[in-house]
């Protein structure tokens, strides 16, 4: 979609097509990868291949918008975390989010590298890596004053603890793994009662 465009508010039609595009887009890739189908993604989002292109003219414009609303629905999850939980479940149940959300991820992350095309929107999503740790920050510094979390952990931290594990369960086909890990990883980083 062409900036001006994208700029100006959508009809509520188009407003659906264009997040059932982005929902059949992100389950497409994730399953077949950066090179799957466009003629499938539009036909599980129950739209013509027209409609596709009207809203994203290239596979890497859906790319970027699929990466895009996945963070902001992992920060939005960090927000509703916070207004409904005490600091340290807040964060815990945010961690479990991204530890999903990297599990689910990984798929998609992967065929980027291999196909490396659109490499690049991987390096290139500092606004998304720096919405991400933003999230966590919030949530990580409201545990801390709280007295949950340790003091010397950082947001960086639990980034890459969840990414490590995410890449070292990334051959398993449940996530039950990946969960204890981050259980033990949550024991790690909270106070002793």
Excluded: K
Aim: proline share 3%; glycine share 6%; hydrophobic share 40%.
């Amino acid at each position: 979609m062409s900036e001006p465009a994208r700029r100006r508010p959508m009809r509520a039609d188009a407003r659906r097509n264009y997040e059932r595009i982005v929902a059949a887009a992100q389950e497409v890739f994730a399953s077949d990868g950066v090179g799957a189908s466009l003629e499938e993604i539009a036909r599980r989002a129950e739209v013509g291949s027209a409609t596709l292109h009207r809203h994203f003219p290239s596979r890497r414009s859906l790319l970027e918008a699929v990466f895009q609303d996945r963070v902001e629905a992992l920060c939005s999850r960090s927000r509703e975390h916070a207004e409904r939980s005490s600091p340290g479940d807040a964060l815990l149940a945010w961690l479990r989010d991204l530890n999903s959300y990297a599990a689910t991820s990984r798929g998609l992350a992967a065929s980027l590298l291999h196909d490396s095309r659109d490499a690049d929107l991987l390096q290139q999503n500092d606004g998304c890596r720096a919405a991400i740790t933003a999230a966590a920050g919030e949530l990580l510094h409201r545990a801390q004053q709280a007295g949950t979390v340790r003091p010397g952990v950082c947001a960086e931290d639990l980034l890459a603890l969840v990414n490590a594990i995410s890449l070292v369960t990334e051959h398993h086909d449940d996530d039950a793994q990946a969960n204890r890990l981050l259980d033990i990883a949550i024991d790690g980083i909270r106070l002793p009662r």
